[in-house]
């Protein structure tokens, strides 16, 4: 050992243990880039996308038939699910970190038109000509913002035990079901299907507030959670409701005395799709993700398990199965597509008549 215990280096040495430095410093770098590009690509072995969605069975469902098979295909992608997040928050910079969004036609076309989404093009999807022109969620300029991954029916929920099936959504005003219907708070499916009853126009909307005025000692409840009729049916305190196909026909297939039909004034259709927000920085993946959700595997998956209708034309579903949701041409031709380009500017306006009318 040498005095000191210190070691003499000669120059070729120190070259090498300089090189042998900078070589692992630059390997580190390209360690660390790679792995927070977040460009999408699958070559990265480590790109993620960051989804909104409704929560509860929604989701699990979304899972089992989006997620883990796009997983599968596209190794080394990961989907994360995040809370859904309505335009507001979007619109404030809450959407930071999140790549696709999963909200209602109204709010995806109000989203687009504040240019918080990626316009979608047709070249990136294979799926695209698929698709009933319902499934097209355009905005104010004609740009394509979402595409529809489910269809459902805005219509009257009943059990057949305490009521004969409803023919006309005045029938929600009945006295045979008084103080046993419940309607949706500040919904403007509700308003538009009320405006159909009482032949009102977008122009003269006071036979509307009145029929409101009306039905309000009526109402057990104005429910804000879509969740809401069913533990109302299950307790008997509702037995007439404005509600959803495929949650009715959910509770029905779990053995509840509940039905579901559109009255002769016709429905309204019912949509949830995805859009890309523009601050995405994996737009290609986020596309190619929205692109698996419109598939025949996945659009046969939700029919089957939320009874809510394909998008996809080319879906084929058991006979049975067509019965209980929006399914093909003559069924979507029954329902209300709102034009919410319109709509939008008097929503306001409207839900504060609503609010006025049904205060007692």
Known sequence: MRAGGRRKYTTKAILSIILASVLMIAGCGDSKSSEGSGNGSESSGKSELVVTSFGGKYDEVFKKYVVEPFEAANPG???????????????????????????????????????????????????????????????????????????????????????????????LWAPEVQGKVALMSQWIPDILLTAKAVNATEDNMDPVWEAFKAITPSVAQYYSSFSAPESLFGTGEITMAAWFDGRAIALKEAGQSVDFVIPKEGGVLIRSGLGVLKSSKNQELAQKLIDFSLT????????????????????????????????????????????????????????TKWTEATMQ
């Not at 355009?138 to 269809?151: A, D, I, M, Q």
């Open 77 to 171: 992608v990961k989907v994360t699910l995040a809370p859904y997040t309505g335009v507001a928050k979007l619109a404030q910079g809450g959407g930071e970190q999140i790549d696709v969004v999963q909200l209602d036609d109204f709010d995806l076309i109000e989203a687009g038109n504040k240019q918080l989404l990626q316009p979608l093009k047709k070249e990136a999807f294979t799926q695209w000509d698929n698709l009933y022109p319902q499934a097209f969620l355009n905005g104010s300029g004609n740009e394509t913002y979402g595409l529809t991954n489910v269809f459902g029916s805005w219509g009257i929920a009943y059990n057949p035990d305490k009521v004969d099936k409803p023919e006309s959504w005045n029938d």
């Open 296 to 351: 025949p595997e996945a659009q046969k998956g939700f029919a089957e398990e939320l009874f809510y209708g394909p998008t996809n034309e080319t879906v084929e579903l058991e006979a049975e199965l067509q019965k209980k949701v929006v399914y093909g041409k003559e069924s979507l031709d029954q329902l209300l597509a709102p034009d919410w380009n319109s709509l939008l500017s008097k929503r306001e306006d409207w839900l």
